[in-house]
Nanobody, 124 residues
Framework: QVQLGESGGGLVQAGGSLRLSCAAS????????MGWFRQAPGKEREFVAR????????YYGTSVKGRFTISRDNAKNTVYLQMNSLKPEDTAVYYC?????????????????WGQGTQVTVSS
């Protein structure tokens, strides 16, 4: 059974930082591209970042480019999202997802497995 578990969310002041982690089990982690998405109340799911199987191909959503960094450690079956210079508009539930294409895409429909999400709240 494939499981993805996010952690590291919480409440932070604007301008602060958080690091999210997503640990995967039940799949060959290095065979999957990994992505991060977020969803705020009343809004559609938004692409945040994705990383290819070996970390060699990385892509960010426009709203987070230059502030967020995605990385992965295949030995630990874990993908990370370092979030700096956080803004109130970054407030959302953040989800990690796995895509068996190994490169990954920017649409949620490209991903095969999803975590339960972790809440990030950024206050003014």
């Amino acid at each position: 059974q494939v499981q993805l578990g996010e952690s590291g969310g919480g409440l932070v002041q604007a301008g602060g930082s958080l690091r999210l982690s997503c640990a995967a089990s039940g799949l060959t982690f290095s065979s999957y591209a990994m992505g991060w998405f977020r969803q705020a109340p009343g809004k559609e799911r938004e692409f945040v970042a994705r990383i290819s199987w070996n970390g060699g191909n990385i892509y960010y959503g426009t709203s987070v480019k230059g502030r967020f960094t995605i990385s992965r450690d295949n030995a630990k079956n874990t993908v990370y999202l370092q979030m700096n210079s956080l803004k109130p508009e970054d407030t959302a539930v953040y989800y990690c997802a796995a895509d068996d294409s190994v490169i990954g895409g920017t649409k949620g429909s490209s991903y095969d497995y999803w975590g339960q999400g972790t809440q990030v709240t950024v206050s003014s």
